[in-house]
């Protein structure tokens, strides 16, 4: 099975698709779980349904809490950043279709004037593209 992994990890990071081979094998491993689980069955073997949010692997862990503290706390940034002054200003000025807003002020100018679209610095980089200008009017790499 690691085999047949470590085939399938190559021809990702190749760029192939799966090959025909893995396909095989993979069906072989299916029949194979197939007549295992058939024949623990046939040996009284019962098959349990845990209750939802419950691990086979752990009755401490429950997924579907951990799951809702993660979203919680999520819902939480949002609803912290949606209060944030720069944010409503972004928001409004996109809105509006505007080009630019103040927000946050910039950690390199301290220019609070921000593109709408990309929220970058307006100062920031004009002096950037300034410079790339003058890069290539001086004939030197882009
Ligand atoms: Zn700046």
């Not at 503290?69 to 509006?96: F, G, T, Y």
């Not at 950690?107 to 980089?125: H, V």
Request: proline share 2%; charged share 25%; net charge positive.
């Amino acid at each position: 099975m690691n085999e047949i992994l470590q085939q399938r990890i190559e021809s990702v990071q190749a760029g192939k698709n799966i090959t025909h081979a893995q396909i095989e094998a993979k069906r072989s491993l299916r029949e194979q779980l197939d007549s295992d689980l058939e024949a623990f069955l046939k040996n009284g073997g019962k098959v349990e349904t845990l209750p939802r949010g419950y691990s086979g692997l752990s009755d401490e862990l429950k997924p579907t809490q951990k799951m809702r503290s993660i979203m919680s706390a999520s819902v939480a940034q949002a609803r912290a950043l949606s209060d944030n002054p720069s944010v409503i200003a972004w928001r409004e000025a996109k809105e509006k279709g505007l080009k630019h807003f103040n927000g946050t002020a910039c950690i390199t100018c301290g220019s609070t004037l921000r593109y709408t679209s990309t929220r970058s610095c307006f100062s920031c980089n004009k002096a950037s593209s300034l410079r790339r200008a003058e890069r290539i009017r001086n004939g030197k790499a882009v």
